[in-house]
């Protein structure tokens, strides 16, 4: 936990970063509240920024989505976990040839930071995959189509020694009608074949994700609050970097997972509304 009284928190904090998916909205709906406790935040001055794991659109469609649900947001305000590797990768690793276990949307991003990679195969055949030898990565992430073929071919390009990437390491994603497997189960997957473990993630909690925040917030990590719904990635994340952190029980942690953590965040609310509360000088 932050060291530190309520108040002193308070008067720190500059910039908040929000995760979205049950945090600010769930599915096409803002969550009660969201979007009034953002604005307030605004008026007071603190800086906003938004930052989600699902790798499924690209940023502009985050904050179009934002925008119509009644929170105004520019496209530089939004990073995804997609966003982060892409930039991580042109910058470390332009030349590596990358297969993607996910959807369309995070090949296109990985291809406009300038990076190859190996398109998935149109043929019926199951059994049949990319040759491996023309695979130095493979990039796990959320998949609505994954089948037998991408997950055999990530199979065969690990054995044969690719690198093991991911977007983000979490096992489910909420959704209005409960939640469904995301990257962490095709990850454990793919561990528990070939005896690896993945190597590079991306998303939060990576300090990847807050490198690429503080360059956008323009502010030291202790100056920001962290506000999410899930404590092994949104609150260890902004643990593990000094910042203030905030659970809000909209997704998927409870109160009584909140208080049993081994280092609970600084403040537990049931929504952002309450938060907005306790930043203005509430209890």
Request: some cysteine.
């Given at each position: 936990?932050?060291?530190?009284?309520?108040?002193?928190?308070?008067?720190?904090?500059?910039?908040?970063?929000?995760?979205?998916?049950?945090?600010?909205?769930?599915?096409?709906?803002?969550?009660?509240?969201?979007?009034?406790?953002?604005?307030?935040?605004?008026?007071?001055?603190?800086?906003?920024?938004?930052?989600?794991?699902?790798?499924?659109?690209?940023?502009?469609?985050?904050?179009?989505?934002?925008?119509?649900?009644?929170?105004?947001?520019?496209?530089?305000?939004?990073?995804?976990?997609?966003?982060?590797?892409?930039?991580?990768?042109?910058?470390?690793?332009?030349?590596?040839?990358?297969?993607?276990?996910?959807?369309?949307?995070?090949?296109?991003?990985?291809?406009?930071?300038?990076?190859?990679?190996?398109?998935?195969?149109?043929?019926?055949?199951?059994?049949?995959?990319?040759?491996?030898?023309?695979?130095?990565?493979?990039?796990?992430?959320?998949?609505?189509?994954?089948?037998?073929?991408?997950?055999?071919?990530?199979?065969?390009?690990?054995?044969?020694?690719?690198?093991?990437?991911?977007?983000?390491?979490?096992?489910?994603?909420?959704?209005?009608?409960?939640?469904?497997?995301?990257a962490g189960a095709t990850i454990a997957f793919l561990e528990h074949l070939t005896g690896r473990r993945?190597?590079?993630?991306?998303?939060?909690?990576?300090?990847?994700?807050?490198?690429?925040?503080?360059?956008?917030?323009?502010?030291?990590?202790?100056?920001?609050?962290?506000?999410?719904?899930?404590?092994?990635?949104?609150?260890?994340?902004?643990?593990?970097?000094?910042?203030?952190?905030?659970?809000?029980?909209?997704?998927?942690?409870?109160?009584?997972?909140?208080?049993?953590?081994?280092?609970?965040?600084?403040?537990?609310?049931?929504?952002l509304l309450e938060l907005a509360g306790k930043i203005s000088g509430g209890d």
């Amino acid at each position: 936990m932050t060291n530190g009284t309520g108040e002193g928190m308070r008067q720190g904090i500059e910039a908040i970063i929000f995760d979205l998916d049950g945090t600010v909205y769930l599915g096409e709906a803002a969550l009660p509240g969201a979007a009034e406790a953002i604005a307030e935040l605004r008026r007071q001055g603190k800086r906003t920024l938004f930052v989600s794991n699902k790798p499924v659109e690209p940023r502009a469609v985050y904050a179009a989505k934002l925008t119509r649900l009644g929170i105004p947001t520019r496209e530089e305000e939004v990073i995804t976990s997609a966003y982060v590797l892409g930039r991580h990768l042109a910058q470390t690793a332009p030349h590596l040839r990358l297969y993607v276990v996910g959807e369309a949307s995070l090949r296109a991003e990985l291809r406009g930071h300038g990076l190859s990679v190996r398109e998935v195969l149109t043929e019926q055949n199951p059994q049949e995959v990319i040759d491996p030898v023309g695979i130095d990565a493979v990039v796990v992430a959320l998949d609505r189509t994954l089948d037998y073929r991408k997950l055999n071919t990530a199979y065969q390009a690990l054995k044969a020694g690719a690198a093991f990437f991911a977007t983000n390491p979490d096992s489910t994603c909420p959704m209005p009608g409960g939640d469904i497997p995301d990257a962490g189960a095709t990850i454990a997957f793919l561990e528990h074949l070939t005896g690896r473990r993945v190597e590079l993630l991306a998303g939060k909690p990576s300090p990847l994700t807050v490198e690429v925040a503080m360059a956008e917030l323009q502010v030291e990590p202790f100056r920001c609050l962290m506000v999410g719904d899930r404590l092994e990635t949104d609150i260890r994340m902004g643990q593990e970097a000094g910042m203030v952190t905030a659970v809000v029980l909209t997704g998927v942690s409870s109160r009584s997972d909140a208080l049993r953590a081994d280092q609970p965040p600084d403040w537990i609310v049931e929504n952002l509304l309450e938060l907005a509360g306790k930043i203005s000088g509430g209890d």
